[in-house]
């Protein structure tokens, strides 16, 4: 029983320096798109979980910010982005553990100058509308 504990343990060890995760967590990566207008303002964003503040970036005509992370083995990771553009902006989550049920999983939100559009590489692979633009106040 002891050596089958240090095996999995050694598994496990192996699997989390080669792909940054345990054989318990999932490995999932999310991608802000910058789909506006050619010639338009840039895109500015921040991006942050309760334990990673992914900071302040700023996105020119279709360029993609992404990252990947491992979720924790309780499953309550969250990320949340707030958009700022011209005189508009939003925040949303852009990742919660609660929505998957994936093990393995790419998230696409893609800004355009109408709203959000979000897709994935599992259930939701043509885009679809989820958010309209806030005007700043």
Request: overall charge positive.
């Amino acid at each position: 029983m002891v050596k089958l504990l240090l095996l999995f343990l050694g598994i496990n060890i192996l699997q989390s320096f080669v792909s940054g995760c345990s054989v318990l967590t999932y490995k999932h990566e999310v991608h802000i798109i910058r789909d506006l207008p050619p010639g338009a303002s840039p895109l500015k964003l921040h991006c942050a979980s309760k334990t990673n503040d992914l900071g302040y970036h700023i996105l020119s005509t279709n360029q993609d910010f992404h990252w990947n992370f491992c979720e924790n083995i309780v499953p309550n990771t969250l990320f949340f982005c707030h958009f700022w553009w011209e005189s508009k902006e939003i925040a949303f989550e852009v990742f919660n553990a609660k929505w998957t049920g994936q093990t393995k999983s790419k998230y696409y939100w893609v800004i355009k100058s109408d709203g959000i559009y979000y897709y994935d590489d599992f259930a939701q692979k043509s885009e679809i509308k989820r958010y309209d633009w806030k005007n700043l106040k």
